[in-house]
């Protein structure tokens, strides 16, 4: 997160030519100045720095230097909080650098500060040459919360707002650009990523939320829990409120999904195809997990809809470029009763829900050729799923595991999907089901699951 936070500071430097993430804490940075290339490194800690790891890692510079000759323009120490000595230490040696902007390195003035600072040096027990700290040792004390995603995030959006090319970026724009930065670095570990290569990624990004905010959209609301005050008129408002609780999580029964919201959903969306209302959808949305299958099951991907929303402080859009890379893992197996049709789905992105379905299932009797379990490679949590792109990832790859459950093990009856997650994922999951057979959702409530909508193939 820290490297992503920098590379606009980099970009504003006309030199900057690329960036090499070595390894977890490591970061090389090349300048080319009047045809030479000079080099910066980086090392990152994610907690608070003593003087003794701060000793270990001058070290590591000093023998560095001395390997490359001198090749390096600069070495930075990045980190949250350090420890009383060595902000001491920062503070004297801003003040020789201060000093070398106005005498000479042998003025009287100038020697009393590198004097002090040598002081400084040897009281915290650090053997190093002065001149090699004053000209080329920097130390990044100035980003509180370093191993915070919230914090980098605002230092890329203030960073990317003071140069030119993106100062009139809204934040959704720099928000989806910073997801595609985050990916990016993650998966080019150990390889160069140039100037213009970084600079195309965030052009193409910014421009996939910008070219929206001119671009023609049918606004939706709709409400499950509450009746919600979103920001902006409604082009179409859908209040099922009264069917809601949330204390209870108390959800409709299946006759009134089957005879009144779904009836409802589909009557708008064929009033907005037949009015010619855009089909770049921005949903704002207080809704259940089984709503957003609904809605995004009657807006499908096929029919061209695409769906905008709000999630995790970002914008997600269903035409998301899948992550690189992003991969969930899915378990198939067999099922309590061979002659049944149906199967069972259990996708878990919050949690690992597999537990209270088994006991569920098991209470109301439920039979199911073969069960499929599907949940991210990287495990469960609330922030499983970081990004759009990430989301749509996981929902076409959980539509593929889903048909190929199917086919394999000959399954012509009903899906019985349970879920966790995010209500952007349910919506992108719901908007790819149509070719994947029919689906009886469920809904968790405080006191187990209970059967929602019904939706056909």
Known sequence: ?????????W???????????EGADDIDARIVSQGESQYGLTQVKDHHVTPAEFGIVLT?????EAATNGSFSCFTLACPSMSSDLATLCCKLDECRSMLEMYPETHPVTKSTWADLRAQAERMGLSVDVGFLVRKVYIDRAVPGLNAERVSRALFADAMRRLERWRDASVEALDLAYEALIAKVHHSRRRPLGRSEIESLLDARIALVERPAHEAASVIHLHNWSVELFDGPADCSLDWSQHFERSTRKVPPQRVWQ?????????????????????????????CLSSGLAFGRCFAEVA????????KGQVWRSDAQPEDGYEVHATVQDGNDRACEDMLVAIGITTDLWRDV???????????????RI???TGTGEFALASAAQAVAFAAQAKQTIRNARDSYDVRGANHLFLNGPIGFAVFLGQKLRSAGEFQCYEYRNTGYSPSCRLPA
């Open 1 to 9: 997160m820290y490297l992503c936070a920098q590379i606009p500071l």
């Open 11 to 21: 970009l504003a430097d006309e030199a900057f030519a690329q960036v090499v993430q």
């Open 60 to 64: 590591r510079f000093a023998q560095m």
């Open 259 to 287: 005879g009144e919201l779904l009836p409802e959903l589909d009557a708008t969306e064929r009033e907005l195809a037949r009015s010619g209302m855009p089909r770049l959808l921005r949903l704002r949305a207080s809704a």
């Open 304 to 311: 061209g809809y695409v769906v905008e929303l709000q999630q």
């Open 358 to 372: 088994a006991r569920y299932v098991e209470e109301i009797g439920l039979c199911y050729r073969t069960a499929v």
């Open 375 to 377: 949940y991210p490679r």
